[in-house]
């Protein structure tokens, strides 16, 4: 019995000390780009500190256990009002279903991802990381033009790793690559990390705007992704609008925090849980959201939801929208 709680004291303590190094970390991701990362990581982070908090009581550690208890909910506390907030009421108006999957370098299947499409029947759905992989001999750009029956509208942008593509149900206004201008100047060229189109909805038109910046990690990265995020606040503020795709960011990131009030878009999670969608290939289940599907000027979620797994890290993810 004393063993038993001896180790539970003893890692009761571990925990608490990488909750309180990761406290004093996080706050840094303004300005360093390892905290950028780790912030992403909040959530988890919180509630090992849950878990320490449960550990050092079993130990009679009670005051240790506060602390933990504590902190652990300041980290994971921020995450748990997309499961309480209300979320904002969907008008009455034209409905729009804009659907995404990352098809992790093309491996994903295109049978599940078709079943998937076929059951929810989107408007517009978008791809990242979109190409021919040698790996599982899927050639997702082929793939993609033999859907034209279904998807009669779409842009395609090859590329090596990380090709992008939308296709839509709907005509296809403006459907282009958007520039995006260097965090040093000039544009920064290289791949595809921002789509844009229009499309007419029971008469209001709407922005879209399929986003993939680089992911986190190393200044250039971050600077990279700020500049795609400051793009996306360029959008004209008097067109109702879409931001969706893999953005590669948590909600715990000060440039996506950034993003929202910049751009004054709002999150369609709000109301309906975390939906974390990402997983990395050595840690079992998925604490991270990645994919999102933000909007404005009027246009509400009626249903925002992540779909099947389609053979990716990634989790599709779909939203049921209405304009005003």
């Known amino acids: 019995m004393k063993r038993a709680l001896w180790l539970a004291r003893a890692a009761g303590l571990v925990g608490l000390g990488v909750l309180l190094?990761?406290?004093?970390?996080?706050?840094?991701?303004?300005?360093?780009?390892?905290?950028?990362?780790?912030?992403?990581?909040?959530?988890?982070?919180?509630?090992?500190?849950?878990?320490?908090?449960?550990?050092?009581?079993?130990g009679g550690r009670r005051r240790l256990a506060f602390v933990a208890l504590v902190v652990g909910c300041l980290h994971a506390g921020p995450t748990w009002r997309y499961s309480v907030a209300s979320p904002a009421p969907a008008p009455c108006g034209?409905?729009?279903?804009?659907?995404?999957?990352?098809?992790?370098?093309g491996r994903a299947d295109p049978a599940r991802v078709r079943a998937w499409l076929d059951a929810l029947d989107?408007?517009?759905v978008g791809f990242t990381e979109v190409m021919d992989s040698g790996r599982s001999g899927f050639d997702w750009p082929a793939v993609l033009r033999g859907w034209e029956e279904r998807y009669p509208y779409r842009l395609i942008l090859e590329h090596e790793h990380f090709g992008m593509a939308l296709l839509s149900r709907l005509p296809l206004a403006?459907?282009?690559?958007?520039?995006?201008?260097?965090?040093?100047?000039?544009l920064e060229g290289g791949r595809p990390k921002l789509l844009e189109a229009r499309v007419e909805v029971g008469g209001r038109a709407v922005q879209l705007l399929l986003a993939h910046p680089h992911r986190p990690g190393a200044p250039w990265r971050n600077a990279s992704r700020a500049a795609v995020y400051a793009e996306i606040a360029r959008a004209p503020a008097h067109v109702p609008l879409v931001v969706?795709?893999?953005?590669?960011?948590?909600?715990?990131?000060?440039l996506f925090q950034r993003?929202?009030?910049?751009?004054?878009?709002?999150?369609?999670?709000l109301g309906r849980g975390r939906q974390g969608s990402w997983r990395h290939a050595w840690i079992p289940g998925r604490?991270?959201?990645?994919?999102?599907?933000l909007v404005?000027?009027?246009?509400?979620?009626e249903e925002r939801a992540l779909g099947p797994e389609i053979g990716s890290d990634h989790l599709p993810v779909y939203a049921v929208l209405r304009l005003p």
């Open 259 to 269: 993003l929202l009030a910049d751009a004054r878009l709002a999150d369609t999670r």
């Open 287 to 293: 604490w991270v959201t990645l994919d999102h599907v």
């Open 21 to 58: 190094v990761g406290s004093l970390v996080v706050p840094l991701a303004e300005r360093c780009w390892l905290a950028e990362v780790l912030c992403h990581l909040r959530y988890p982070l919180g509630l090992g500190g849950l878990a320490a908090a449960a550990l050092l009581l079993a």
């Open 296 to 301: 404005r000027g009027g246009v509400r979620a």
């Open 244 to 254: 969706f795709g893999d953005l590669n960011s948590t909600a715990y990131s000060p």
């Open 174 to 186: 403006g459907a282009r690559e958007r520039a995006v201008p260097a965090a040093g100047g000039g």
């Open 122 to 124: 989107p408007h517009v």
């Open 94 to 105: 034209p409905r729009l279903v804009v659907a995404h999957a990352n098809l992790l370098f």
